[in-house]
Nanobody
């Protein structure tokens, strides 16, 4: 069983930065992918960034150049560094791990960017 616990969300002014963390407990050896998704009110959950097996990273066009995903394998922690935040980045951010055939989600952390 895998448990994911996000932290690091909060309220920040536009142009500011936050770093989200996702601590994973349980066996996530060699996952197919690990990533961050977000869901804004009234909108569908969308991919923000992910690391695919082998180390390739993917980013949503809206966050390219501003967000960076990284992973500390020794500590089983996934990070999302978010810079130059915009009001449209306001959402609940979820950590995700895909380890076929299972998909795991964290409980989410709120990020609010004020203008």
């Amino acid at each position: 069983q895998v448990q994911l616990v996000e932290s690091g969300g909060g309220l920040v002014q536009a142009g500011g930065s936050l770093r989200l963390s996702c601590a994973a407990s349980g066996s996530i050896f060699n996952p197919n992918a690990m990533g961050w998704y977000r869901q804004a009110p009234g909108k569908e959950r969308e991919l923000v960034a992910r690391i695919i097996s082998g180390g390739t990273t993917n980013y949503a066009d809206s966050v390219k150049g501003r967000f960076t995903i990284s992973r500390d394998n020794a500590k089983n922690i996934l990070y999302l560094q978010m810079n130059s935040l915009k009001p449209e980045d306001t959402a609940v951010y979820y950590c995700n791990v895909n380890r076929y055939p299972y998909v795991y989600w964290g409980q989410g952390t709120q990020v609010t960017v004020s203008s």
